[in-house]
């Protein structure tokens, strides 16, 4: 079904980070062991019930799976594509006989099962806080995966388009992570006033970590704020809005690699 290349691509891009774990699985995890134990344990006594029924530690899990997902789903297809051009190996794979779609897909599927890794890693620190109970697990697996996927194309754009190592940062740090942060990581849509609701909407974060959240917990922010009409398909709704995102998003990274864009300076 693949062919010898891409096999051989995904699997380099995979080793780049499996053979490296105290740099690409630990940070993560000693990270959001500090946010359960600050926000979670610390805090989360002192805070009530975001939405009836959920403490405020089980509130957080979502989201934090979600930037931790994104966050190195991004960082992985971003640093890959940029190493590459900065040393100038990059054109062995340019050279190869892979099609441009099979050279996307390699580094768009090694870079999303980093970013699915650290989010099965987040939620099992989040487990040993809290019980967790999955409601929804195919949406929940369909959602991860699409989620990943579009950061890992994303990434790509990233690597591409940056002119030093500065600028992944800046990315990441600057532009995805104060993304997340107004989410609704850590409150509920339903404690904005009206207008700052439809505000949030215009944040893309806000239908990935509400989806999850929806596949984890079974709750959504959507079902609650949407119109009546579009309530009980809300979650579907914002699923297949990031399926297409994601497509858009891969078709560009194949039109990049066609043109030669940043890869032949």
């Known amino acids: 079904m693949f062919s010898v290349g891409f096999r051989s691509l995904f699997r380099r891009e995979l080793l780049r980070f499996v053979r490296r774990p105290k740099n690409t699985f630990m940070p993560p995890a000693i990270t959001n062991v500090l946010y359960f134990a600050v926000f979670g344990v610390i805090l989360g006594g002192r805070i009530d019930e975001p939405v009836p029924g959920i403490g405020y530690i089980l509130f957080l899990i979502p989201g934090l799976v979600v930037l931790g997902t994104i966050s190195n789903a991004f960082e992985n297809a971003s640093f890959s594509i940029f190493h590459g051009r900065w040393n100038e190996y990059i054109h062995e794979t340019l050279t190869s006989p892979l099609s441009y779609v099979e050279m996307v897909f390699a580094y768009v599927a090694a870079s999303a099962v980093r970013g699915l890794i650290v989010g099965v890693i987040i939620a099992i620190i989040g487990r040993l806080f809290v019980p967790i109970s999955v409601e929804n697990g195919l949406f929940l697996v369909a959602t991860m995966i699409v989620v990943a996927a579009l950061f890992s194309g994303l990434g790509i754009i990233g690597g591409l388009v940056a002119r030093d190592f500065d600028d992944l940062t800046v990315m990441n740090q600057f532009i995805l992570r104060p993304l997340v942060f107004f989410g609704a990581v850590f409150y509920s ?30 709750y959504s922010d959507m079902l609650e704020i949407a119109p009546a009409a579009y309530a009980a398909v809300a979650p579907l709704l914002s699923l297949a809005v990031l399926t297409a995102l994601t497509a858009v998003v891969l078709a560009i990274d194949v039109y990049l690699f066609k043109i030669g864009y940043g890869l032949t300076d």
């Open 189 to 218: 849509l339903t404690m904005l006033d009206p207008l700052w609701q439809y505000v949030s909407l215009l944040n893309p974060m806000v239908y990935m970590v509400d989806s999850v959240r929806y596949g984890l917990l079974g």
